[in-house]
């Protein structure tokens, strides 16, 4: 009998420790569940919140640029056949991208609108420079102010960018960019209303770019000049100019160092 009660005692006993055991075993996973599932949501969170950082920095912040750029320009006469090659040219603007979508695709692109509030450009082609201006000449005096081309343009249109890694971002643009453009050509004055096409690339680290883009345009000129077979003693002041037109095409590569902020 003592036996007996020692075999159901000991049973008892291995059952109710067994029972503790996976009690305990129980209790200890439900734990380590929990600080996984705490530790993933930490994870998350901090991926989120590194996420909307880069964001920040990427793609929220230095969207406006000011570019400044070295270019080479080429006039076109299209009625007469002239062509003229800049000696030195450049170009400065300013802007902002739009961006069109809050989140980049991918983590990695996005599409914008850019507008270019104003450029000013300036070339220089080859040419002499000379005034000759006789006072006691009856005729009219030999004048040559050389070659150059002013251009103020708006800009708007498409573009897309690229980040690849950390602060790096590679865009590409398309936009439209109708001018106000006015060519000297010796004593003649030309001005007209070009609708231009610019497009590029640049690549950006942080708030600093580079880029090359191209830009072309034709426009039907009006010009003036003074009359060269003026006679001073008996024409009027409304004879002393005489009026041309003139279809020019203009095109030129840019060379831009950009800033961003």
Known sequence: MNRILHIVFTAAAFIAFSAAHVQAQTASDTRADSLQQAVDELSAEKKKLDIEKKNEQVWRRNNKYFNLGYALYTLDNRDLGNRWKSDFAFMLNSGRTFYL???????????????????????????????????????????????????????????????????????????????????????????????????GGHIAWRFISVGVEGMIGTGRYSGASVNDDLDIESDGFSDMFSISGHRFRSSSVRFILGFHF
């Open 101 to 199: 979508h809050h989140r980049p695709i991918g983590g990695m692109v996005k599409f914008g609108i850019d507008v270019t509030y104003l450029e000013v450009s300036y070339a220089k082609y080859s040419s002499g420079t000379r005034l000759s201006l006789d006072l006691d000449s009856e005729t009219q005096p030999d004048i040559n102010l050389g070659t150059h081309q002013i251009d103020l343009s708006v800009q708007a249109g498409l573009s897309v960018a690229v980040n690849p890694i950390d602060r790096l971002k590679i865009s590409s643009h398309c936009r439209f960019a109708p001018a106000a453009s006015m060519v000297i050509i010796e004593d003649e004055f030309n001005v007209a209303f070009v609708p231009y096409v610019n497009f």
